[in-house]
T-cell receptor
Framework: EAGVAQSPRYKIIEKRQSVAFWCNPISGHATLYWYQQILGQGPKLLIQFQNNGVVDDSQLPKDRFSAERLKGVDSTLKIQPAKLEDSAVYLC??????????????FGSGTRLTVV | KQEVTQIPAALSVPEGENLVLNCSFTDSAIYNLQWFRQDPGKGLTSLLLIQSSQREQTSGRLNASLDKSSGRSTLYIAASQPGDSATYLCAVEQETSGSRLTFGEGTQLTVNP
């Protein structure tokens, strides 16, 4: 099966600019996640979708970050305006619903964002 | 709030050595625990997933154990190879609060030929 697709792979922007990342999950995966991984740290959940709805966005900086999942498939994560501390790898992942056979996460390759 | 700690932060070993990576977590009410591998500039690859009711899982040269009551997991790598060089991340999923993963900061492993 095809994996989780993310684009772009790399992005360099100046602070106060805006940026958007795109994710296409594995077909049939109801749950989609966006994680932020700062260099030298483990990933941290930003937002979790189940189909079209948001399940958990408690750690999303809502004053500058937004995300949507159209028709329960693809998702975009936007940062506006970007700050230096947003420099990180943004990882998208998807999974089946908990309790289903073969439940588990599949991560994409990530988008490396550098804010200068 | 769940906290996950991994020790050591970095490890360098000669090829062929058996090694153990450690992970501890503060809240034992977990749904599962997963070990991931991350190569430089890449995403995360799932290695092993242990359900809360299980004690261990094995895949090839990898064996992961879980002691839920003490909040500990170990990843054992047998006969290490240079290709095993990567960062290994431990992550726990809580029984409640959705299916969010809480990650440790990882162990950076280097296997020298």
């Amino acid at each position: 099966e095809a994996g989780v697709a993310q684009s772009p792979r790399y992005k360099i922007i100046e602070k106060r600019q805006s940026v958007a990342f795109w994710c296409n999950p594995i077909s049939g995966h109801a749950t989609l996640y966006w994680y932020q991984q700062i260099l030298g740290q483990g990933p941290k959940l930003l937002i979790q979708f189940q189909n079209n709805g948001v399940v958990d966005d408690s750690q999303l900086p809502k004053d500058r970050f937004s995300a949507e999942r159209l028709k329960g498939v693809d998702s975009t994560l936007k940062i506006q305006p970007a700050k230096l501390e947003d420099s990180a790898v943004y990882l998208c992942a998807s999974s089946l619903l908990r309790g289903v056979l073969d439940y588990g996460y599949t991560f994409g390759s990530g988008t490396r964002l550098t804010v200068v | 709030k769940q906290e996950v700690t991994q020790i050591p932060a970095a490890l360098s070993v000669p090829e062929g050595e058996n090694l153990v990576l450690n992970c501890s977590f503060t809240d034992s009410a977990i749904y599962n625990l997963q070990w991931f591998r991350q190569d430089p500039g890449k995403g995360l690859t799932s290695l092993l997933l242990i359900q809360s009711s299980q004690r261990e899982q094995t895949s090839g040269r990898l064996n992961a154990s879980l002691d839920k009551s003490s909040g500990r997991s170990t990843l054992y790598i047998a006969a290490s190879q240079p290709g095993d060089s990567a960062t290994y991340l431990c992550a726990v999923e809580q029984e409640t609060s959705g299916s969010r993963l809480t990650f440790g900061e990882g162990t950076q492993l280097t296997v020298n030929p």
